[in-house]
């Protein structure tokens, strides 16, 4: 399942569902299924949704999918 913010960052910029899909070019019923459901959008309903937000697909749809680990710094030999 793909983590994403799509409700959050819609919502932010005020766009109702209905907007976001006249925007996208898709169903209302796709973008309720990525928000509630978590299903994850093709490659065209990725990049139509991001569009359509004017966001970066990464900062909608790609939450906490990788790590920061601090490495321990090298000591010269």
């Given amino acids: 399942m793909l983590n994403n913010r799509l409700r959050e960052i819609r919502t932010e910029v005020g766009m109702s569902v209905s907007e ?3 925007r996208a070019k898709i169903t209302r019923q ?4 990525i928000e509630l459901r978590g299903q994850e959008p ?3 309903v990725l ?3 991001s ?5 970066d697909p990464r900062d909608i749809f790609f939450v906490n999918l990788v790590k920061h680990v601090e ?3 090298q000591q010269p030999a």
């Fill in 71 to 73: 490495q321990p710094s």
């Fill in 42 to 44: 093709t490659g065209f």
């Fill in 47 to 49: 990049l139509s949704i």
């Fill in 51 to 55: 569009d359509a937000l004017k966001r």
């Fill in 20 to 22: 976001l899909a006249r």
């Fill in 30 to 33: 796709t973008i309720t299924n």
